[in-house]
């Protein structure tokens, strides 16, 4: 119970990475708020599983690309826990297609750098008077962000590059208040984000390349957020923490 008594913010919370951190938070003791935004059942799968481990939580449907969610995001927060956030985890985002860089046009760029960097940054503005000294902003960036990522990836790992910049700067800025502001970099990580979008024969191929042979699981990516939440990582700010099982190293 390591969070007990903070109130914790995830956008992207329903399902896969963002429904275990949502899960490890209310394990450590936290009140969660699970942004969502496309599917009810993976809303209601999430805070039955909050419920299943003792843990309290309210769901708020948003899109982290339209000021006014945001705004009713905030709203919901203060409504249900006060006027303090704690901890704001920033999982939102994707990948959307795979597209060459002759097939990418306006309407794509704009959608995937919207969610995944134009999200981050105004969730976290929206969220920051609530946040005092002590508190933890986690981002989402990406192994992409570092490497490229793969084929057809080029704005999505644009993109991650972007929140990665933007979380050292967010360090530097917000240091002086007290809050500490990381990002994690995650590689091959068992979701439907590569069910989707990763063929195969692809995962076996950088599973194979891992020194850990394996894809990671979510609850272990939850598990270093709910580090870098915590008072443990007190003195970590303006990192970008690869988890990858050893594929890359910083």
């Not at 917000?174 to 995962?203: C, E, S, W, Y």
């Not at 191929?205 to 939850?222: D, H, Y």
Request: charged fraction near 25%; charge should be neutral; glycine fraction near 10%.
């Amino acid at each position: 119970m390591k969070l007990k008594g903070k109130v914790a913010v995830v956008t992207g919370g329903a399902r896969d990475i963002g429904r275990a951190v949502c899960v490890k938070l209310a394990k450590e003791g936290a009140k969660v708020v699970v942004n969502y935004f496309d599917s009810d059942a993976d809303k209601d799968h999430t805070l039955a599983a909050i419920k299943e481990v003792g843990g309290e939580a309210i769901a708020v449907y948003g899109d982290v690309t339209k000021q006014e969610d945001i705004d009713n995001m905030v709203a919901k927060t203060k409504e249900a826990f006060g006027d303090r956030v704690d901890i704001l985890v920033n999982v939102a985002g994707g990948l959307f297609a795979r597209k060459t860089i002759e097939e990418i046009d306006e309407k794509f760029y704009n959608l995937v750098m919207d969610v995944n960097f134009k999200g981050t940054v105004f969730v976290t503005q929206a969220f920051k008077p609530l946040m005092t000294e002590g508190s933890s902003i986690v981002n989402f960036a990406s192994q992409a962000g570092r490497d490229g990522g793969g084929p057809g990836a080029s704005i999505y790992a644009a993109s991650k590059g972007a929140v990665s910049t933007f979380t050292r700067a967010l360090a530097k800025e917000l240091g002086p208040q007290g809050i500490r502001v990381n990002a994690l970099n995650p590689g091959m990580i068992a979701t439907k984000f590569h069910d989707d979008f990763t063929k195969d024969q692809v995962r076996q191929n950088v599973a194979n390349a891992t020194p850990l042979r394996r894809e990671g699981r979510a609850e272990e990516v939850a598990d270093l957020v709910a580090y870098l939440a915590n008072c443990e990582s007190s003195f970590l700010t303006g990192n970008n923490v690869d988890i990858n099982g050893g594929l890359a190293f910083s």
